[in-house]
């Protein structure tokens, strides 16, 4: 299994900028999440959606501000990133869950991507 995570750069702080997951077929069925982490500090969980996209999950940090989405049957996962602030600069990354639904903590999460860089400057 394999995902691929694209899209990230420099923006300026209230800016925006979407992030891509190719999260390859064999993900159809699967929840996929996305995780940042910044230097010196754990990888977080940032936002997770069904294999349907009947279901999201965000941090309190990006609430309102992000939004995962997928559309049903298709194997990119995208997080459109708003407002975006300079404590959101971190690798992000995408992750296939080991269930349909998803959830927030990262050892449910077997595959990775390789991250892709998000920095925010103010």
């Known amino acids: 299994v394999q995902l691929q995570a694209s899209g990230g750069g420099l923006v300026q702080a209230g800016g925006s900028l979407r992030l891509s997951c190719a999260a390859g077929r064999t993900s159809s069925n699967n929840a996929v999440g996305w995780f940042r982490q910044a230097p010196g500090k754990e990888r977080e969980f940032v936002a997770t959606?069904?294999?349907?996209?009947?279901?999201?999950l965000y941090a309190d940090s990006v609430k309102g501000r992000f939004t995962i989405s997928r559309e049903y049957g298709q194997s990119t996962v995208y997080l459109q990133m708003n407002s975006l602030k300079s404590e959101d600069t971190a690798v992000y990354y995408c992750?296939?869950?080991?269930?349909?639904?998803?959830?927030?903590?990262?050892?449910?999460?077997?595959?990775w991507g390789q991250g892709t860089q998000v920095t925010v400057s103010s």
């Open positions: 959606i069904a294999w349907n996209g009947g279901r999201t």
């Open positions: 992750a296939r869950h080991r269930s349909a639904v998803g959830g927030s903590n990262k050892r449910d999460y077997p595959y």
